[in-house]
């Protein structure tokens, strides 16, 4: 048969399988050798058989994990990386064992559980004469799960801290879902009394991969075969000053949000439309019914509310005055971890020392 009489078709693509791995070849490119096809999961290097790879654009693949999904051409590879019927290695020190992804939440549950959390709790490492530290905690968070991992490395007088936040299940979220998701990482090493608050956003979390993240290959000895053993995905570095670390306790707290259920806005009406701050003491009214704060309208040069353009009144709104001498409210920097609630007048007093940003 000639090249140009090739013909392959359909159902000899879906029953074609690897000489070396025994999958079906849904991940290109598909060779040929002596009449045997290999996938492209076994020999990524080969050139590809044109027409295999043709027949194959038509035709919609199993999963090689037993999962209902059916694959297009060019998918398969992406998703056996992230199938939930996959096996994957659990990514803690030491543990060998194998669950399909799907059930890996539960074993780091189960096994891990000192390391896992649904709700924030204060981690303690000790900075003793280590020179790498390496942490992994579990997250549980609404649906999602994420694992944090630190590396701690200490140079001199700077402890760097690093880490990198990694979504575990489940992998076929929507986006949005995550984009609402934020995290607050908090830093204390209370004898030096050193704070540090970062806020870490939905871009920074990528999907787990096992064959990547696992803390023996942050600490490079990891014997596993599939695994890199690389340690360049930790990629978020915070230096910390801490002189020369004797025995010194250093403390982390991960905090996750849903963005949609804070705002940075104080509530309706609080705010005076002119200087933005907060009303308190008198508030004056114009014809259409805006307030404004006493100080901005004795600061007005015209009659016109900077609103609507409506008559500025010498009537004070005595029911907002009373209102907001009751109404205990958020510091508006509560996004960046700072828990103050107070009332109008004593959270505006506040916010001029805030420490958080």
């Not at 002596?34 to 050139?47: F, I, L, M, S």
């Not at 007088?157 to 299940?169: A, E, G, K, P």
Request: hydrophobic share 35%.
């Amino acid at each position: 048969m000639t090249e140009n009489e090739k013909k392959i078709s359909s159902s000899q693509v879906l029953e074609t399988k690897c000489e070396a791995c025994d999958s079906v070849c849904s991940v290109a490119p598909v060779s040929e050798d002596e009449g045997g096809y290999y996938c492209g999961r076994c020999r990524p290097e080969e050139p590809p058989d044109p027409w295999f790879e043709e027949a194959a654009k038509k035709v919609l693949f199993p999963c090689k994990f037993g999962c209902a999904d059916m694959l297009a051409w060019g998918q398969a590879e992406v998703h056996e990386v992230y199938c939930k019927n996959r096996a994957v290695v659990c990514p803690y020190a030491n543990c060998t064992d194998e669950c399909t992804f799907s059930a890996l939440h539960a074993h780091m549950k189960a096994i891990h559980g000192e390391f896992y959390q649904k709700e924030p709790k204060k981690n303690q490492v000790n900075l003793g004469a280590l020179n790498l530290i390496v942490r992994l905690n579990c997250i549980a968070f609404d649906k999602f799960v994420l694992l944090f991992f630190v590396k701690l490395e200490h140079k001199s007088d700077t402890l760097n801290f690093n880490y990198s936040v990694l979504l575990v299940w489940p992998q076929d979220y929507e986006e949005t879902e995550l984009d609402n998701i934020q995290l607050r990482l908090e830093i204390e090493v209370p004898r030096l009394n050193l704070n540090v608050t970062k806020l870490i956003h939905s871009k920074e979390i990528v999907n787990y991969h096992d064959r990547l993240h696992c803390v023996n290959c942050l600490y490079q000895t990891c014997d596993k075969s599939s695994h890199t053993n690389k340690c360049d995905w930790v990629n978020h570095k915070i230096p910390l000053n801490v002189g020369h670390v004797k025995e010194r306790n250093l403390f982390y707290t991960v905090t996750v949000y849903k963005t949609e259920g804070v705002s940075k806005k104080a509530p309706d009406n609080v705010e005076c439309p002119v200087c933005m701050d907060y009303m308190t003491g008198t508030i004056y009214l114009c014809e259409n019914g805006h307030s404004l704060c006493g100080e901005c309208k004795e600061k007005q040069t015209h009659e016109n509310c900077p609103l609507c353009r409506g008559k500025l009144l010498n009537i004070r709104n005595f029911a907002m005055e009373s209102l907001l001498t009751q109404m205990t409210i958020s510091c508006r920097r509560k996004f960046s971890g700072c828990t103050f609630v107070g009332l109008v007048g004593a959270v505006k007093t506040h916010e001029v020392s805030c420490k958080y940003p």
